[in-house]
């Protein structure tokens, strides 16, 4: 029991030793060259706080709006007005209802924005006027190509398509037209194509486009206003 007891004590005392020496927290102990700083934000001059706009639902952002789309509309009609030169030297006269067509317009178009040299007018548009045109008509035009050169000459079917490409630096592509036979079967194959393009574009006959129009140009003339 005498030995016991000693042995107890021992432990204790080393114990108490030991837990004597960790009363410092294990935290603390950092060495003395490492310092904690707290972390502080960043601060702004008022002068220097970042803006950014806002636009919260309301009448201010309905005004932003209009002016954002009437700028628009203004660099369109810009646009409109670069790619049709005053100096022209032909006048392509198109159907800007024909979805095939507007293919080969919009290729000529992007053309000529390096040569300038083509001024293309849409038949279908309700500003369309016969007399600035030598007269020609929304359904003579309907009926074929037509393309007007610069001292006023007509030019139809084939010849009017190598007219109108040579004036972009393509007149190889119908280069070949202008011989005989070929200039026959060309102009024979195109005629085809234009008697049935209304067909082949999935349109409705000359007839009702014609009476749609008309009826249309009634309504226009009433009120002043066309609306599509």
């Not at 001059?45 to 706009?53: A, F, G």
């Not at 393509?170 to 008697?195: H, S």
């Amino acid at each position: 029991m005498a030995l016991r007891g000693a042995a107890g004590a021992s432990i204790a005392s080393v114990s108490s030793s030991f837990f004597a020496r960790r009363r410092t927290p294990i935290f603390l102990s950092i060495p003395h060259h490492f310092t904690l700083k707290p972390h502080n934000p960043p601060s702004y001059h008022p002068n220097t706080l970042p803006t950014v706009p806002i636009c919260r639902p309301g009448f201010q952002c309905q005004i932003r709006a209009i002016s954002q789309a009437a700028a628009e509309i203004e660099v369109s009609k810009k646009e409109n007005e670069e790619q049709s030169p005053r100096d022209w030297k032909i006048k392509m006269l198109y159907d800007g209802d024909c979805p095939l067509c507007m293919r080969e317009v919009n290729m000529l178009r992007e053309r000529n924005k390096n040569y300038r040299t083509i001024e293309f007018v849409d038949i279908s548009s309700d500003d369309y006027s016969p007399q600035e045109n030598q007269g020609l008509d929304y359904e003579t035009v309907m009926g074929r190509i037509h393309a007007i050169l610069s001292d006023g000459t007509v030019v139809t079917d084939v010849e009017a398509f190598r007219r109108l490409y040579e004036q972009v630096g393509l007149g190889w592509v119908y280069a070949i037209t202008k011989y005989e036979p070929i200039a026959t079967i060309a102009d024979a194959v195109y005629g085809v194509w234009a008697k049935y393009r209304l067909q082949i574009t999935g349109r409705p006959p000359m007839e009702e486009i014609l009476k749609t129009r008309k009826t249309k140009g009634e309504v226009c003339k009433d009120s002043n206003t066309c609306k599509k």
